[in-house]
């Protein structure tokens, strides 16, 4: 919730960031010797590192190939790196170290251009074999797609099941057909996202790209 609102604005909530921040960090100093506790609190870092770069001055939400890498918090992307590298040091790689190497990719990287997207999608196709997640699966899909091409993505993301009523599936989906040309059936892939539950922002977009497909 602190991250992205389920409901109403998409602003993040600072306070709910910073608190969950401070536990994590309060469990690391208890369970020292727990990795998945250092990989948690470096999940955590690499992905608050960038909330000042996820909304317009308006507050309109900025997809990440539009953020100002400028507005990310250096300090913190640095200090997740550090938690990152000692949970890998551990032997065993639990759910959250993986999904922190995922958040630390874009937080470290240079630009948009510059992602390691053959990088991101070996570590989801590891976490994709420990937890059976469609969140997973889907921005699996996604990095798939920018590292494989999107007839591949899309592949991947039509065997997803149970995400009917999840907007950001049909979203990503809608996105995958765009990029193969296939207008129309975008069209209504979003479409069905509008016809789901979310935020006041994320309607936002999805309504101007719904609107775009039109023209």
Known sequence: T????PVGSARGRVDLEDEAIR???LLVQLMPDETDAHGLLGLMLATTARRLGRTDDEGSVLLLEQQDRAAWDQAMVAEAAGEIDQAMQGGRIGTHTL???IA???SAAKSYEATNWERI???Y???DTVEDSAVVKVNRS???AKASGPAEGLDLIEQVSGVDGWHLYWAAKASLLEELGRRSDAAQALDLALACSMNDDDRALLESRRAALST
């Open 2 to 5: 602190g991250h992205h609102a």
């Open 23 to 25: 536990l994590t960090r």
């Open 99 to 101: 999904q922190a190497a």
């Open 104 to 106: 630390l990719e874009h």
């Open 121 to 123: 999608a070996d570590l």
């Open 125 to 127: 196709r590891l976490l």
């Open 142 to 144: 996604i990095a798939v």
